[in-house]
Structure formats: C-alpha cells, structure tokens
C-alpha cells in the first residue's frame, strides 16, 4: 500500500488540482471569516472602533471598544477555565462577580468562537466535494486502476490508499482553517479566550465530520466509476447540514416531556440561591440537561409515552453525525459538550459512518469488474 500512496502523491504534487485547492481554501476561508468577524461588533471593535449600544431596566448605554477589551478575556483578569465553566460548575466568587460586570462581553466571545468552530468543516467540505471527483476520478477515467490491479495491488488496498490521502488532505485544509483564523484574530487585534480542552475537542470533531463527508463521496466514486455521481453525492451532503433534521428529532422529543414535579418545586424555592452555587449537567441517556444544588440532583423533565419511541428518537439524534453543528439551536454550553461526554458521543457517530461508508464501498469495489 506504500507504493500506491507513494505514486498518488507524486501524481498529487505534479497536478494542478491540490494547489488549486490550496490557493482557493486560503481565498474562500480569508474572506468568509473575515466577513464573519466583522460582522460581530464585539470581535472587531477593536479594529473598527463601534461602540455597542444595549438597553436595560436603567436606560440605554454605550460600551466603547476600550470597555470590550477591559471586560472581555483580554482585560479582565479571569482565568479561560473559569470562563468556559461559569453557569456550568461553580467558579470563585472574584471571578463570577467580574463576569457578571455590565454587559456580558466574555459570553459574546464564547458565542462566536462556539458558532465558529462548529461549522469549521463547511469550505474544506464544499471543495474536498469538487477535489475527490476531480483527482481521484482519474483513476477510472485514464484506466490507473486497471494498471493497478495489473500489478498485483488488490481494489481494497487502492480504495484503502485513496482514503488515507483523502483523510491527510483534509487535516491540512483543518489547519489551514485554523491558521487564517489564528492571523485574522491578531489583525483584529481580538484575543480569544481558547480553553484548550474544550476548543481541541470541537477541532476533533470538526475534523471527523469532514472524514464522514469525503469518506461518502470516496464511497460513491469508487461504487459508481462516476465522476458526476460523486459530486452529486456530495451537493447533497452539503445541504443536509442545512437541514434540520435534529431539530424535528428535538421538536418530537420535546412533545413527549412533562416538566418534574421535583424540578418545579426546586424551582419555586431557589429565588435567594446564588446562582453561582447551582451546576448544570447534561444527561446523556435522557437528553436532558439537569441541575444540581447542595448534593441533590434535579431532573428537568420526565417523558410520558412509550419509553422504546423515547430511547429511539434519542438514538436517532445521536446518529446525526452534523447535529453539533446547528449552534443556533444548541442551548448547551461549549464546556458542558465536552465535559459531560456529547462531544464524544458525536466523535462516535462520524466513526460509525466513516466505517460503514467505508465497509460498503470497499465490499462492492472487489466484486465489481473494473473496465
């Protein structure tokens, strides 16, 4: 198998078509989150000079770009860790009090790098969905695989080969993204407060969403012999991220609720509670996130109706391998993703799919005859 991925690269270094990937994942990833940071008045504030006006039960005021920097992560002292887990677990009461100071800057920052890096597989998706046709295509198109197989290499070990530089190819495009990222935070003079547990964790999975979709598109290629049926596949792998499909999932699933008689009744006592005193944890077998105070647990909701519909709407949505990346409707705090194992339930999704997609594509390339 070293020979077959000896001569892809070669061939990749020689053609035109990784360069061309290269050059338009650098222009499309600049421009889009370019346009993304300076549509977030309190990410490019510093380098636009805007003030953000905001209203409250005292009248209208105005946060200069000085003020973002003094209460956002840069100037306000706070460690990241605390940050991230504010609303989650409890934190210092120094720290709770600063991030609770005016205008919630730190929670904006948050908001945006979440919203950020859980679409972070989009432009290197779009254009693997054009490279893996294009490149890998002619291998039927010019008859390689035949000279392939001519010399004794089995069609697994060629699908095999494909994959493994298909997945290096697209590590490079992630750290590409993270590159033009990292040097358009500098140029916007914003210092984002990265937890590194939490954000790697969200690149982690970034990265496998992009495996699932150009491991699909692989699949049908070498099924199909077909250019054209590549890239269809992959126009609607590109849309089904667009698509809510969790949100219907939630939406029936949210039917079946009650609020807990427990929960309410915690809830109408907890109106002195310091609030920084009160944790937050999801709940993976009930997809429910539940709260704690004092060493007691409180369920938020019960599910009325059959439990096998309930278990199987919640298996349903773990399938989802985008699901994490519909952050407008996520209600779930980054830290709690990763801490409370969602991050890793979604990881184990995209593996499902990238070894099934994988299985059916290998099993039917070695029983078809290649021309």
């Known amino acids: 198998m070293k020979k077959i991925i000896s001569g892809m690269i070669f061939r990749l270094i020689r053609g035109v078509e990784i360069w061309a990937l290269i050059v338009m994942m650098i222009f499309a990833s600049a421009y889009v989150f370019a346009k993304q940071m300076y549509g977030d008045q309190v990410v490019s504030a510093i380098r636009t000079g805007d003030s953000i006006v905001y209203e409250d039960e005292t009248g209208a005021h105005s946060i200069t770009p000085e003020d973002m920097r003094r209460l956002g992560y840069e100037g306000n002292g706070v460690s990241v860790s605390d940050i991230y887990k504010r609303r989650i677990e409890t934190i210092s009461a120094e720290a709770y009090e600063k991030l609770n100071e005016g205008y919630d800057i730190t929670n904006r920052e948050i908001v945006f790098i979440f919203g950020f890096f859980s679409k972070l597989f989009l432009i290197p998706s779009i254009l693997m969905m054009l490279f893996i046709p294009l490149f ?67 690149i982690l999975l970034q990265l496998f969403i992009l495996f699932t979709i150009t491991s699909i598109v692989l699949a049908v290629l070498f099924i199909s012999s077909k250019k054209v049926a590549s890239i269809i596949a992959g126009f609607i792998l590109s849309i089904i991220p ?68 309930t278990k199987a709407l919640i298996s349903a949505i773990y399938l989802d391998a985008f699901f994490l990346t519909h952050s407008e409707y996520i209600y779930m705090e980054p830290y709690m993703l990763y801490r409370d194992g969602l991050i890793g339930v979604y990881l184990a999704s995209n593996s499902f799919w990238i070894l099934l997609s994988t299985s059916v594509g290998i099993l039917i390339t070695r029983k078809k005859e290649v021309y």
């Open 242 to 309: 667009f698509m809510p499909i969790s949100l219907i999932l939630i939406s029936a699933l949210d039917n079946r609720t009650v609020i807990s008689e427990d929960y309410k009744e915690w809830v109408g006592s907890k109106n002195n509670i310091d609030s920084n005193l009160i944790n937050q944890r999801f709940d993976l077998k009930s997809f429910t996130v539940d709260y704690e105070y004092e060493n007691n647990t409180y369920k938020t909701y019960e599910y009325k109706g059959s439990p096998l519909v």
């Open 136 to 202: 890998f295509g002619r291998i039927f198109s010019d008859h390689t695989i035949k000279n392939l197989i001519a010399c004794g290499h089995s069609k697994a070990k060629i699908y095999l080969s494909s994959l493994f530089l298909t997945f290096a190819i697209d590590v490079i495009l992630i750290c590409l993204s993270i590159g033009i990222f990292a040097i358009l935070c500098r140029y916007f003079c914003w210092k984002p407060p990265i937890y590194l547990p939490v954000v790697a964790a969200m």
